[in-house]
């Protein structure tokens, strides 16, 4: 009894031993895997912290300190890591600006402090009556202006809670607006969380805009869709944010300044509306650059002035100068009248509208063969530009819009995009001696043959039932081949700067350009380049060495430039990093091209049907004789990489060449060309007159150099070369 008692404790024992033994190795597998989710949980944070701090570097202060390569390292890094651990996913990580799901419909969101709207000046006098109002109500004390460039965008709101961004919404009517959180998340240059001493609740209000080049690379693209364009920059920002499917919005290249703060709790706030953007700015928010402090209304003036005459320089559109009274206990003396504030107005810029008399509506052919109607105008100067001639689009615009030959017009003009009649006037409408209705295939009406024909081959034109475009059959038929070239020089294609509209004319006219690949022959006929273009010997030798050049493009850019019907530069990327060369891509049939994501039935029969064209075989035959790169690699540039690593920015006017080609022979070299002096210049190359880029190069001790220094890096490369 007593030895069998002894032999059940004995196994207790070793049983309650072997119990402890497991739940130390369950408590140390807990340990171990909790110090590896540690481990995990820093290296997320402290590539988050990089990647927002590169991102405020790049998008606010506009100075990145780590190359586009590193930052996509990082943040590969960071999905992979999210990826296995979603635990530890938040909303304000970076790599949330992708889009969230799409949502049913956008939820009201109540302004907390109404978002006011501007009062409008149009003239020097009516700006001066605000100014005298306001010294009048201050009983003649005098106040300093905060002078802004009125951004034609869309008006946001954006709530931080204890740093992190919380709500975004639109201004909606001042008091209600929408809640598009999802879609701000997706601006690079909205931050997800602040950085610094920041309050715990506040809101502050800003423009999200489309830049230039983004609204007409979106439109180029639409085009090529088929789809209608937007009409100016403001339209394609609010189409862009109020998107029900974020992802739709990340795909578009918004951007957003900064301009009041809403509200603050928890913070001492500066006294003036200048010290609190130099604050907002800190906390990484996006200020423009070009926001000036100013003591008098003459200043004020002056710098309306200056940003009437550069507007169009500037990378987005502006429509007017806000000028706001810069002490925040002044503004809350004037007070508002209505839903305007006394403080603040807006000094608007002559319209971009004008009217004049649409003569005729011509016909031209585009390089895939669509027949455009074009209006030709009665010269008329809008925003200092002189315009006669402007879109019209297709037919089916032209009858909704009811515009016809002899009518006076509206036309509208936003910054470098092309103009557009946007309707006839009253007058026009109710003249009685009006024309008829416009009609494409009246138009185009030859009475010899009784039958529609393309203006410029003659050739039978065609409408496919599905489309509002009728098209030139003819691939061959002369102002498509132009076209096709002038297409594949573009910047957005092989970039070959120096031969514009005129030039590419000139040399089809003259018998020298057939095909695009004849391009790459031209430097075999550099004599007859002389004596057709009247060109100098110089500028003939600048144009040749662009053209050599180009030859290394990368092979996205080279898809781009066939100019394969609906493939436009994004498909032409996606293709490229599908593909290790055009062979393979000819190579590919329709099915297969199918099988790709954003790859539709449309696209995919084009470019089979493109490759498989005999015309289009030879073409790139030539192309691949002549040495163009045709494959994914990017072959070395001319001239080996003597300046890689080296940022140049060149100031004043130059006199062997062009700036784009000085720029383009540095890049041949490695090195970059950037338009600013920033502390990453290397060398600042000085022309003749140089601007302001001199003394800020000096301010931060950048090495100079001048022309014939430049030239004799260039000849040392062609040596090593
Ligand atoms: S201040 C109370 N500053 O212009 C003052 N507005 O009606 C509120 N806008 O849609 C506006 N740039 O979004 C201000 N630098 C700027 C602006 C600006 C563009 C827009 C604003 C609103 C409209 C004013």
Redesign the pocket.
């Given at each position: 009894m007593v030895h069998q008692s002894k032999k059940c404790s004995v196994g207790l024992v070793f049983q309650t031993f072997l119990a402890m033994l497991y739940f130390a190795y369950l408590v140390c597998e807990v340990l171990m895997n909790e110090t590896d989710l540690e481990q995990a949980r820093k290296r997320i944070e402290s590539l988050r912290e990089s990647i927002n701090r590169n991102n405020y570097l790049y998008h606010v202060l506009d100075s990145p300190e780590i190359s586009d390569a590193e930052y996509d390292v990082q943040m590969r890094e960071l999905r992979t890591l999210e990826e296995q651990l979603p635990l530890f996913v938040t909303d304000d990580s970076p790599t949330q600006r992708v889009g969230a799901a799409p949502l049913e419909s956008f939820s009201a969101v109540s302004h907390f402090k109404p978002?006011?709207?501007?009062a409008n000046a149009f003239t020097d006098d009516e700006l001066g009556s605000w100014f005298n109002r306001c010294s009048k109500l201050l009983d003649g004390r005098t106040f300093e202006l905060v002078c802004?460039?009125?951004?034609?965008?869309?008006?946001i709101a954006l709530t931080y809670e204890n740093g992190k961004l919380v709500q975004g919404s639109t201004?909606g009517d001042g008091y209600k607006g929408e809640d598009i959180t999802d879609n701000l998340r997706t601006v690079r240059s909205v931050p997800l969380s602040v950085i610094g001493d920041f309050p715990t609740k506040f809101e502050v209000?800003?423009?999200v805009y489309l830049p230039k080049a983004g609204f007409e690379k979106l439109n180029r693209e639409r085009a090529e869709q088929k789809l209608p364009l937007f009409a100016n920059p403001r339209n394609a920002a609010a189409g862009s944010v109020r998107q029900l499917d974020a992802r739709v919005t990340a795909g578009r290249a918004l951007d957003v300044?900064i301009?009041?703060l809403g509200y603050a709790y928890g913070h001492t706030m500066p006294m003036t509306h200048w010290e609190t953007m130099l604050y907002l700015k800190t906390l990484g928010f996006r200020i423009?650059p070009n926001n000036r402090l100013v003591f008098t209304i003459e200043e004020a003036k002056a710098y309306y002035r200056l940003w009437q005459e550069q507007r169009s320089s500037l990378p987005y559109e502006a429509d007017g100068i806000?000028m706001?009274v810069n002490s925040l206990a002044i503004q809350d003396e004037l007070g508002d009248v209505g839903r305007?504030?006394r403080w603040?107005i807006?000094y608007k810029f002559p319209p971009l509208q004008g009217r004049t008399l649409l003569k005729e509506i011509c016909v031209s052919v585009g390089r895939t063969g669509t027949l455009n109607p074009v209006a030709i105008l009665q010269p008329v100067v809008i925003g200092g530009v002189t315009i006669s001639r402007a879109t019209l689009h297709n037919e089916d615009d032209i009858l909704r819009k009811d515009v016809r030959e002899g009518d006076m017009v509206f036309v509208q003009r936003a910054g470098d995009v092309i103009p557009e009649i946007v309707g006839p006037t009253p007058d026009a409408v109710a003249s009685p001696t009006r024309s008829s209705p416009f009609s494409m295939k009246g138009k185009l009406f030859e009475a010899e043959s009784n039958s529609p024909r393309c203006p410029v081959c003659h050739d039978l034109v065609v409408k496919p039932d599905s489309e509002v475009m009728y098209y030139c059959p003819n691939a061959a038929c002369p102002a498509q081949v132009e076209e096709r070239i002038r297409h594949f020089v573009s910047r957005g294609a092989m970039d070959i700067r120096g031969i514009g509209e005129q030039l590419v004319a000139l040399f089809c006219n003259g018998g020298l350009l057939g095909d695009v690949a004849d391009i790459y022959a031209l430097r075999e006929k550099r004599e007859e380049l002389i004596a057709l273009a009247g060109l100098g010997e110089k500028s003939v030798d600048n144009l040749l060495f662009s053209i050599e050049n180009s030859k290394t493009r990368p092979l996205s850019r080279l898809i781009n430039a066939l100019g394969i019907r609906h493939v436009g530069e994004e498909t032409a990327e996606l293709l490229a990093s599908r593909f290790s060369s055009l062979a393979e891509l000819s190579a590919t049939s329709g099915d297969v091209l199918l099988g790709i994501p954003s790859i539709g039935a449309k696209i995919a029969t084009s470019i089979e049907a493109f490759f498989a064209n005999e015309d289009n075989k030879h073409i790139i035959a030539k192309l691949e004789a002549c040495g163009v790169n045709t494959k994914t690699e990017r072959e070395p540039a001319v001239g080996g990489q003597l300046l890689s690593g080296q940022e140049f920015v060149i100031t004043g006017k130059l006199e062997s060449f062009t700036r784009e080609v000085a720029e383009e022979r540095i890049r041949a070299l490695g090195g970059q060309a950037k338009s600013d002096v920033t502390k990453k210049t290397t060398c600042l190359v000085v022309g003749m007159e140089p601007g302001g880029k001199l003394a800020k190069a000096r301010a931060l001790g950048i090495k100079e150099i001048n022309e014939i220094e430049l030239i004799s890096i260039f000849e040392q490369a062609q040596k090593e070369g």
């Open positions: 978002l006011l709207s501007l802004e460039h009125k951004i034609d965008g869309l008006a201004r209000r800003g423009e300044y301009y009041a423009n806000v706001k305007e504030p603040a807006a």
